[in-house]
């Protein structure tokens, strides 16, 4: 199966500053890649999403980038604000017929005032 | 519109008790799941639902059970609580194919 690998564990970013985090994916066969964020004690809620066959997306300060040759993706943030503080989980989703989103195990992002 | 509806958000059992979280959606989502999360361990899949009447296992399915008899509902089955159970459970519903995953807001469960 799926197996989705992210990096860093924990994020600490003085506000205005720049954020990455990178994930990496096994199944060659994935062909969509959402990334979710999660506030302290609140649902994962979807804020960006990129197919297989776009390279990179960008949606106001957030953008997702993939590289489907080195099967993986990264989100990034650019001036950074405390509301961004958070958990973010990147995901993988197989083709359609194998419907199982696979994600990875979250960064914990802070911003620093 | 309610989206995803989970109950109850809170449970505390004893271990061997056995209990039902339930879940509804009324997006018409032929898509449905559950997911437990833990602390480091980001959201595993438990079980799955791609219609009425089908569903199938995820990474973490052991101790857990669920059925899909209508479209708007995919309860989960806690068969007999052990304290390894202790977690989030999160229920999400989405259109088939790539697309957003909405999810519920939470069952928190204690297994003492």
């Known amino acids: 199966g799926e197996n989705v690998e992210q990096h860093p564990s924990t994020l600490s970013v003085q506000e205005g500053d720049s954020a990455v985090i990178k994930c990496t994916y096994s199944?060659?066969?994935?062909?969509?890649f959402p990334w979710y964020k999660q506030e302290l004690g609140k649902r994962p809620q979807l804020i960006i999403d990129?197919?297989?066959?776009?390279g990179e997306k960008k949606d106001q300060r957030i953008a997702v980038t993939l590289n489907k040759t080195a099967k993986h993706f990264s989100l990034h943030i650019t001036e950074t604000q405390p509301e961004d503080s958070a958990v973010y989980f990147c995901?993988?989703?197989?083709?359609?017929?194998?419907?199982?989103?696979?994600f990875g195990t979250g960064t914990r992002l802070t911003i620093i005032p | 519109n309610a989206g995803v509806t989970q109950t109850p958000k809170f449970q505390v059992l004893k271990t061997g008790q056995s209990m039902t979280l339930q879940c509804a959606q009324d997006m018409n989502h032929e898509y449905m799941s559950w997911y437990r999360q833990d602390p480091g361990m980001g959201l595993r899949l438990i079980h799955y639902s791609v219609g009425a009447g089908i569903t199938d296992q995820g990474e973490v399915p052991n101790g857990y059970n669920v059925s899909r008899s209508t479209t708007e509902d995919f309860p989960l089955r806690l068969l007999s609580a052990a304290p390894s159970q202790t977690s989030v459970y999160f229920c999400?519903?989405?259109?088939?194919?790539?697309?957003?995953?909405?999810f519920g807001e939470g069952s928190r469960l204690t297994v003492l």
């Open positions: 990129i197919r297989s066959n776009v």
């Open positions: 199944d060659s066969a994935s062909n969509y």
């Open positions: 995901a993988a989703r197989g083709h359609f017929g194998n419907e199982k989103l696979t």
């Open positions: 999400a519903s989405s259109s088939p194919g790539p697309g957003e995953l909405f």
